[in-house]
């Protein structure tokens, strides 16, 4: 009888847990939804995550509040905040949630936030005409948007094959002596480079994304680093931030050069007619 008793107690124990359990789940999903009012569907999600294109986007609110209200949705538009399907330990820390289809979604605070004191760490190393930053990018839609920031900045932009030893060994043509500083897009597409960096003690400043790690990358700006309008964005808004703290210019207005600049203009075989 003593055992039957044990027994029930525990069952019903289990059902009290289960509840409770139930009722702090329905309490997070009230919180998710407080922050994302609407919440993207399935097909518009893996749009924002495809390799391919970055079209779709949330749609921008009616009313802008503010500057910072202004920028939220500028993100939100470009997609910079949606992750992968998978997450790495070194990218925890910059996580916000993860979707109902199993995206994670990146921290836009952690973006904004790494993208300013990127600016600040790099306008140390500007200096028109030299090789002291290197940018590059072996994703093709990576390929504009560092062309136009070493354009705009006066960096070494490098979008095509990155050659072995150009970091590390004096005796080839295409030793860049005076690097500094690399930075690069994709730690997965970019890992030649990042690797030689490392041997080189060259700090890296790196597009981090949700399946990422930060083996060998100084400064990681967590954001979708695959999107088309994403990584235009990243870019566009670094200038805009070197340009200010180097105080070429006094406001975000001054800066002359519009986002679409940034963005690459490539169009996917299936968009083509």
């Not at 495809?50 to 921008?60: K, N």
Request: net charge negative; hydrophobic share 35%.
């Amino acid at each position: 009888m003593a055992r039957k008793k044990k027994k029930i107690e525990e069952q019903e124990k289990e059902e009290v847990d289960e509840e409770e359990d139930l009722k702090l789940s329905e309490e997070l999903d009230i919180d998710f939804e407080e922050d994302f009012e609407e919440d993207l569907d399935l097909e518009e999600e893996l749009d924002l995550l495809d390799t391919e294109d970055l079209e779709a986007g949330l749609a921008p609110s009616e009313t802008i509040i503010d500057k910072d209200e202004e920028k939220k949705q500028l993100y939100l538009s470009c997609g910079i905040h949606i992750g992968t399907k998978l997450l790495s330990g070194d990218a925890r820390r910059f996580i916000y949630r993860q979707t109902n289809y199993g995206l994670y979604v990146i921290d836009l605070t952690k973006t904004d936030e790494r993208l300013n004191i990127a600016a600040k760490f790099l306008s140390k190393y500007i200096e028109e005409g030299s090789d002291r930053i290197i940018v590059t990018s072996v994703r093709r839609y990576g390929k504009e948007p560092v062309k136009k920031f070493c354009e705009v900045l006066g960096c070494k932009a490098i979008t095509e094959r990155f050659i072995p030893g150009s970091l590390t060994n004096p005796l080839i043509d295409d030793y860049i002596k005076d690097a500094s500083v690399v930075v690069i897009v994709d730690p997965h597409a970019d890992k030649v480079i990042l690797r030689e960096a490392k041997l080189a003690r060259i700090p890296v400043v790196a597009l981090f994304d949700t399946d990422d790690t930060l083996d060998g990358i100084d400064l990681a700006v967590p954001a979708n680093n695959r999107g088309k309008k994403a990584l235009g964005l990243a870019f566009w808004l670094l200038a805009r931030q070197i340009l200010m703290e180097l105080g070429k210019i006094s406001s975000e207005e001054e800066f002359k050069y519009t986002l679409e600049e940034f963005t690459s203009k490539i169009v996917p075989m299936y968009r083509q007619e």
